[in-house]
């Protein structure tokens, strides 16, 4: 199978109609970031901010997850964050099954064309769909798994943070293993 590029896949966002979403969006939320980044962050959907600008995580969660990156030392611009959804789902409600199922072949595409080495599911939904279904974030965050010769694990959501700042120092936790992950992964 041929390996397309992520210009390809974006245009096959850009043009998709396989979904409802496709007639309530405003921009198609692609992805962002390097293009041959060792470590990719995989959210479930774009909210309101994304869905206007076109670019993952830049709300008020996104503002948080830089700061996480800030803090251990992981440039934004050296990694890719996509979301299984591109379109964002009317009023910020979960991504529907059917949803992700139509959606999750261009993530898989952004996966194989970016080959990260380590993949960070951002929240509970995202680790649902890429590590297992009955995935349970508040006992598995930070816990690494091997999904096709991937490192993968999942922290709590941004947004899930905004809304219970104690789980924070978790956060840190995990992020601090991340990067610990990654320079393991230069040795």
Same mark, same amino acid.
């Given at each position: $199978?041929?390996?397309? /590029?992520?210009?390809?896949?974006?245009? @096959?966002?850009? #043009?998709?109609?396989?979904?409802? &979403?496709?007639? /309530?969006?405003?921009?198609?939320?692609?992805?962002?970031?390097?293009?041959? #980044?060792?470590?990719?962050?995989?959210?479930? @959907?774009?909210?309101q901010k994304e869905d206007e600008s076109g670019i993952p995580f830049v709300g008020a969660a996104? %503002?948080?997850?830089?700061?996480?990156? +800030? #803090?251990?030392?992981?440039?934004?611009?050296?990694?890719?964050?996509?979301?299984i959804l591109k379109c964002r789902p009317p009023k910020n409600r979960d991504p529907l099954p059917a949803e992700e199922d139509m959606c999750i072949d261009y993530?898989?595409?952004?996966? &194989? #064309?970016?080959?990260?080495?380590?993949?960070?599911?951002?929240?509970?939904?995202?680790?649902?769909?890429?590590? =297992?279904?009955?995935? %349970?974030? /508040?006992?598995?965050?930070? =816990?690494?798994? +091997? =999904?096709?010769?991937?490192?993968?694990? *999942?922290?709590?959501?941004? *947004?899930? &943070?905004?809304?219970?700042?104690?789980? %924070?120092?978790? $956060? &840190? @936790? +995990? $992020?601090? *293993?991340?990067? @610990?992950? $990654?320079?393991?992964? +230069?040795?």
């Amino acid at each position: $199978m041929e390996t397309k /590029t992520l210009e390809e896949i974006k245009r @096959a966002c850009e #043009a998709c109609e396989k979904c409802e &979403l496709c007639k /309530t969006r405003t921009n198609v939320v692609f992805g962002t970031g390097n293009e041959n #980044a060792r470590l990719m962050f995989i959210g479930e @959907a774009p909210g309101q901010k994304e869905d206007e600008s076109g670019i993952p995580f830049v709300g008020a969660a996104g %503002k948080l997850l830089n700061k996480y990156l +800030d #803090a251990v030392g992981i440039a934004r611009e050296d990694v890719y964050i996509a979301n299984i959804l591109k379109c964002r789902p009317p009023k910020n409600r979960d991504p529907l099954p059917a949803e992700e199922d139509m959606c999750i072949d261009y993530l898989r595409d952004q996966v &194989l #064309a970016i080959r990260p080495k380590v993949i960070v599911c951002l929240g509970r939904i995202s680790a649902m769909r890429i590590i =297992k279904p009955d995935f %349970k974030i /508040t006992a598995e965050h930070g =816990k690494w798994f +091997d =999904k096709n010769g991937y490192s993968v694990c *999942a922290v709590y959501h941004p *947004a899930a &943070l905004l809304r219970d700042p104690r789980k %924070k120092d978790e $956060m &840190l @936790a +995990d $992020m601090i *293993a991340i990067k @610990a992950r $990654m320079d393991g992964e +230069d040795a």
